[in-house]
C-alpha cells in the first residue's frame, strides 16, 4: 500500500500565490511519474502538471508559466508553485503518484484532494 498525505491549499486572491505539498509514505520501491490534477465543479479532472523520475516536466497549457512542479526524491514529495491565481484555478487538486511496490507491484496512488479557491 502507498498511501499520499496533501497540504498546501486555502483561499487566496487572485494574483497570490499557494504551495501545494504531497509526500508518499508505504511499502515503495520506486517512484516514477508524480503529478497534480485538478476538478473544478462540473469538470473532469485534469492533468496540471507531471515530472517524471529523471526530471522532465509537462503542464496543462492554462498554467505554463505560473505554476512549477517540483520533487524531492529523498523525501519522497512533489511540490506545486502555483503563481499568479487567477480565479479558474478554483478546484480540488489531487496527488497522484505512479511507480512499483516492494512486492513488485505497480501502484497509481492519489491524494486526498485539497481545495483551492482564488477569489477576491
Known amino acids: 500500500q502507498v498511501q499520499l498525505v496533501e497540504s498546501g491549499g486555502g483561499l487566496v486572491q487572485p494574483g497570490g500565490s499557494l504551495r501545494l505539498s504531497c509526500a508518499a509514505s508505504?511499502?515503495?520501491?520506486?517512484?516514477?511519474?508524480m503529478g497534480w490534477y485538478r476538478q473544478a465543479p462540473g469538470k473532469e479532472r485534469e492533468l496540471v502538471a507531471v515530472v517524471t523520475s529523471g526530471g522532465s516536466t509537462n503542464y496543462v497549457e492554462a498554467v505554463k508559466g505560473r505554476f512549477a512542479i517540483s520533487r524531492d526524491n529523498g523525501k519522497n514529495t512533489v511540490i506545486l508553485q502555483m503563481n499568479s491565481l487567477k480565479p479558474e484555478d478554483t478546484a480540488v487538486y489531487f496527488c497522484n503518484v505512479k511507480g512499483t511496490t516492494r512486492f513488485l507491484m505497480p501502484y497509481d496512488a492519489w491524494g486526498q484532494g485539497t481545495q483551492v479557491t482564488v477569489s477576491a
Open positions: 508505504g511499502q515503495i520501491f520506486t517512484i516514477n511519474d
